[in-house]
């Protein structure tokens, strides 16, 4: 079964600065596709980002970016420069590649204090 | 395009009555799905469609149903509502094949309350 680990229920930056969140998986599968998908107070699912697992090269959007370890099935999110408009849900999720189930985390609640 | 609409926002519902949660998309993306949140969890898959007349379940089936009859719409039916329903709603499409492939688009979201 595939499953998505978030270990940090909350967390909280300063406008302008970096934040990492963690997202770990667990599947025995090697062709899969990770996404970060962020949920402001509108309750929009909206993504951030995807990494294709078949890549070594790390995904990057703006002040997003990923750190993708497959060996060790961690996909963290860094947020650089983070303004208050990231205040949001974030959510990791995963799908098996040609597979209908898209697996998420129970999230991580990110605010951004001005 | 509009991406992904759903209708209604949000709804109260009595105890065993019934309701369609509408969705469509206007990408003309072959795959359709229906999710549900409840409170301070991820989504859970309820059913899927992989094309017009073809239909699966996902994870949480139970107490639902939905139908397929054109690409653009994925109509989700709950019948005799219970208050474990209460939850938001989330339907979602993807191409399926190609660019941008296995990534999933979601409309705004139902809010349902069963009491």
């Known amino acids: 079964a595939q499953t998505v680990t978030q270990s940090q229920p909350e967390m909280s930056v300063q406008e302008a600065e970096t934040v990492t969140l963690s997202c770990t998986y667990d599947?025995?599968?090697?062709?899969?596709?990770l996404f970060w998908y962020k949920q402001p107070p509108s309750r929009q699912m909206i993504l951030v980002i995807r990494?294709?697992?078949?890549?070594?090269q790390n995904a990057t959007e703006n002040r997003f970016s990923v750190n993708f370890q497959k060996a060790a099935k961690s996909f963290s999110l860094k947020i650089s420069d983070s303004q208050l408009g990231d205040t949001a849900m974030y959510f990791c999720?995963?799908?098996?590649?040609?597979?209908?189930?898209?697996?998420f985390g129970t999230g991580t609640r990110l605010t951004v204090i001005p | 395009n509009a991406g992904v609409t759903q209708t209604p926002k949000f709804r109260i519902l009595k105890i065993g009555q019934s309701m369609t949660l509408q969705c469509t998309q206007d990408?003309?993306?072959?795959?359709m799905y229906w999710y549900r949140q409840d409170p301070g969890m991820g989504l859970k898959l309820i059913y899927y469609?992989?094309?017009?007349?073809?239909?699966d379940k996902g994870e949480v089936p139970n107490g639902y149903n939905v139908s397929r009859s054109t690409t653009e719409d994925f109509p989700l039916r709950l019948e005799l509502a219970a208050p474990s329903q209460t939850s938001v709603y989330f339907c979602?499409?993807?191409?399926?094949?190609?660019?941008?492939?296995?990534?999933?688009?979601f409309g705004p979201g139902t809010r349902l309350l069963v009491l």
């Open positions: 979602a499409s993807r191409r399926l094949a190609g660019h941008l492939g296995e990534t999933q688009y």
């Open positions: 599947t025995s599968e090697n062709n899969y596709y």
């Open positions: 990494q294709e697992a078949y890549k070594q």
């Open positions: 999720a995963f799908t098996l590649t040609g597979a209908n189930n898209l697996f």
């Open positions: 990408m003309n993306h072959n795959y």
């Open positions: 469609s992989v094309g017009a007349g073809i239909t």
